[in-house]
C-alpha cells in the first residue's frame, strides 16, 4: 500500500510532462481570437495619450472610411519591432489610430520621437478598459475597423513586412 504513494507524484508529473508535450505538438498559435469580430466598436472615449496627438473614441471610426486600430505600449519591444511596418502602412495611406496601453505621457511622447509617429490619434487606456472590451489578448495587436465601425479582421502580434500588403488589401475591401 505504501509503495503506490511513492509512485503516484512521479506518476502525476509524468501525465503533466506528456500533457505539456502533447499541446507543444499539436498547431495552433496559442492566441486568444476576439469574440467582436463582426461587431460594431464598443462604445469608448479615451483621452490623449501624449501631447500634440488628439485622443480617441468609438465616434471617430463612424465617417464612412475605414481604418487601423493599433493597440500597443512604450515599453514593448514588439511595439518598438512592428514601427517601421506601421510607418510604411502610413505611408501607403493607411489611417492608424493608436491605443497606448498604461503608458505615461512622456513615455510615449519619447517613443514617437525615437520609432516615428504613424498615427493620427491615439488613446490613453490606463486601465485597459478598451483593450478588454475589444478581447484584446495584448500588445502588440492591431484590427482592421470599417468606416461604419465594424470590426474586421484582428491582427495579432508585431506587424512584420509581409503583413503590410495583406493589411492594405483588407483596408481596401474594407471601402
Sequence with gaps: MKRWKLWLPLALFAFAAGLSLYRLSV???GF???QMI???LPDFQLPAATEGVPGL???DFTDGKPRLLNFFGSWC????????HLEALARAGAEIHGVALRDRPDDVAAFLRQYGNPFTQIGSD????????????GVPETYVIAGDGTILHQHIGDIRAEHVPMLLQK???AR
Design 57 to 59: 473614441s468609438a465616434q
Design 27 to 29: 498547431p495552433g498559435d
Design 32 to 34: 486568444v481570437r476576439s
Design 77 to 84: 519591444a514588439p511595439c518598438q519591432q512592428e514601427a517601421p
Design 38 to 40: 463582426g461587431q460594431k
Design 171 to 173: 483596408l481596401r475591401a
Design 126 to 137: 490606463t486601465d485597459l478598459r478598451v483593450q478588454l472590451l475589444m478581447g484584446s489578448s
